[in-house]
């Protein structure tokens, strides 16, 4: 079983900053890329950023120059650094990771979901 739980979030003004973390947990043989996505009223769900195990990332353009992902390995660990933060980053925030799982008689590839974390940016 493998469970990620975000904290964080929460309301903000506008123009401010906030940051999102997201821990894993379970029988984690390892994990690969790790991923931010969200979810605003009314629209997909789309990815924010990633990072791979090695440290790459990638962001959308709607948040680069102002979102940092970053990942701590040893604590199966992912963040999302927000700042300057507008109404339109209003949204639930959800982490994923690409996890495998191994036991004694398979070894298990997917992606994992947390249960979303709201963060509302006020004007």
Known sequence: Q????????????????????CAASGKIFSINDMYWYRQAPGKQRELVAG?????????????????????????NMVSLQMNSLKPEDTAVYYCAADITTMNVTAITRGRYWGQGTQVTVSS
């Open 2 to 21: 493998v469970q990620l739980v975000e904290s964080g979030g929460g309301l903000v003004q506008a123009g401010g900053s906030a940051r999102l973390s």
């Open 51 to 75: 990072i791979t195990r090695g440290g790459s990332t990638n962001c959308a353009d709607a948040v680069k120059g102002r979102f940092t992902i970053s990942r701590d390995n040893a604590k």
